[in-house]
């Protein structure tokens, strides 16, 4: 959807939404660790060192916000990027 101008409320609150998920280190790192290919939680604890228990919950939290994806295959969840515009801004940010 484009910006309209001014902001309309309801894209007032998505981007304070979407900033709100991507605020939090643990997942920018997850995001990170998908950037490449898709990955499991397990594959996710691994890389980030952190408990499966805090892995999913903040998967939850990007999924939710529609910044990820999941497949199931077998007894895996592979979650990826669903929407890579995140890098963008994390470019924006960091001057690059």
């Known amino acids: 959807m484009p910006l ?7 894209q007032i609150e998505r ?8 605020g939090e280190p643990m997942r920018i790192r997850l995001l990170d660790a998908m950037r490449d290919e898709a990955a499991t939680v397990s594959d996710l604890v691994e890389v980030t060192g952190a408990s499966q228990q805090n892995v999913s919950k903040h998967l939850k ?3 939710d ?5 999941r497949r199931p295959e077998g007894r895996e969840v592979y979650y990826s990027i669903a929407d890579e515009t995140v890098f963008s801004v994390c470019e924006k940010v960091c001057g690059d």
Do not use: N
């Open 65 to 69: 916000a529609e910044l990820i994806s």
């Open 61 to 63: 939290v990007l999924y």
């Open 4 to 10: 309209t101008k001014p902001i309309s409320p309801a």
């Open 15 to 22: 981007i304070a939404g979407t900033f709100r998920v991507i």
